[in-house]
């Protein structure tokens, strides 16, 4: 089984390098993934970077704000991503790389949508006004 | 089934699950409605038409080419000895002297003095060396003019045989006409058919505020930028980027080097992509700032 093991092995490592090379910048907790259920507050379709508002309840009732971000618009549409694809109060299930200092913000990687279909992120674009990854 | 074949076995099945996600973010992106390379495998080009540019231009492996994050695509600012610049003394001091949040001088987002988060005009050669789209060319009778998707931008090569100012600072065209605009974040611009199939644009005039990409690297108001578009044939159109500032760099060198670009139909649209300062500040409010300082 060594073989098999060292090929997936090296495949995760060439992948996650590629990753890594466009988003090697500071804020995000590369690699670490959080999937989180909520109530949509807001979608805001705009440059640099188009962000989902929502809203996540813990266990004890308390609401958490999230804010996520994509890419913008032009970066998006590519991949299926639309000015009407969030209204307020859908529940979704986001899939985020979160950032570094704990805050309930991340990158967003891909969302279940009320209807089951999934979106998923687009290519890693630098968007209108903006450098930051 | 063994310990390791269960491992492999996991690992195999989590490669499965987050590849979409990585081949979704690093991956081949298709503009609405654009045809690339790989939707013609196997097929040949017509011959090139004879001094003819014009047409709406995208990238030819992807609209994803011309984001270079870390820099002109050419030379990306990854710490490898091919990619080190020839900077000046002076340019050196430019380079360090800039915050990129991107290439091997980055800072920050907090922290960077990039002009372009504040929508400031990204300029020429910025506009083909970071965040660079789909071109429209136009040809005239005296002009090549490009339209850039990017904050619907455009430029106008002269080619009606005038010379660059020899001066940029009290700019005159050696023709009769309106004199020079004042420059300073497009330069200004003359080309020519240095044969059937490729044309050349020499561009002076700039001053040094705007940056040459997004790695932070700097240009000087000695700035002279040579572009080569060589019409490879029917479909195909290659662009070469070359940078010459002898203040802040030693020697001339290449940006973009033959970077491919393919035709599409004459009905594509653009898409329209602008840097609103409104929406930035939204932005920055909501998600830049507090996911750099760590306060919301």
Known sequence: ????????????TLLSSALAAH??????????RLTLTGTVTEWFWANPHCLLRFDVKND????????????????????????QSFAVGDQVKVTLEPVKNGQPLGRILQVLLPDGKTLVAGAPAIPAGETRP | MTRRAVVAAIAAIAL?????????????????????????????SGPAPRRDISGIWEFANGGAEGIQADGAKAMPSDG????????????RKA????????????VPSALTNDPMPGCDPQGFPRIVLHNAHTEQIIQTATQVVILYQFNKKWRAIWTDGRKLPSNPEVPEWDIKGSPPPEAR????????????????????????????DNAGRPHSDALHVIETYHRVDA????????????????????????????????????????????ETAKYNELFANPAANGKP
């Not at chain 2, 080190?84 to 340019?91: D, Q, R, V």
């Not at chain 2, 380079?95 to 980055?106: A, L, S």
């Not at chain 2, 974040?185 to 040459?212: E, I, K, P």
């Open chain 1, 1 to 12: 089984m060594r073989r098999p093991l060292l090929a997936v092995a090296t495949c995760v």
């Open chain 1, 23 to 32: 988003h090697a910048t500071a804020v995000f907790d590369l690699g670490k």
């Open chain 1, 60 to 83: 004890n009732g308390e609401t958490t704000h999230w804010v996520a971000e994509t890419q913008a618009p032009p970066n998006m549409i590519p991949f299926g991503w639309a000015k």
């Open chain 2, 16 to 44: 499965v699950t987050v590849s979409p996600v990585i081949r979704g973010q690093q991956g081949f992106r298709r503009a609405p409605g654009a045809v690339y390379d790989v939707d013609f495998q196997g097929k040949k």
């Open chain 2, 80 to 91: 490898k000895p091919d990619h080190e610049l020839p900077f000046t003394p002076e340019g």
């Open chain 2, 95 to 106: 380079f360090m002297d800039h915050k990129p949040t991107f290439g091997i001088t980055q």
């Open chain 2, 185 to 212: 974040f497009w330069g200004y611009s003359v080309g020519r058919w240095v044969d059937d199939y490729t044309f050349v644009a020499d561009s002076n005039g700039f001053d040094d505020r705007s940056w040459l």
């Open chain 2, 235 to 278: 479909d195909h159109l290659e662009k070469t980027i070359t940078i010459d500032d002898p203040k802040y760099y030693t020697r001339p060198w290449v940006a973009l080097d033959k970077l491919p670009y393919r035709l599409q139909s004459a009905s594509f649209e653009i898409p329209e992509q602008e840097c609103v300062p409104s």
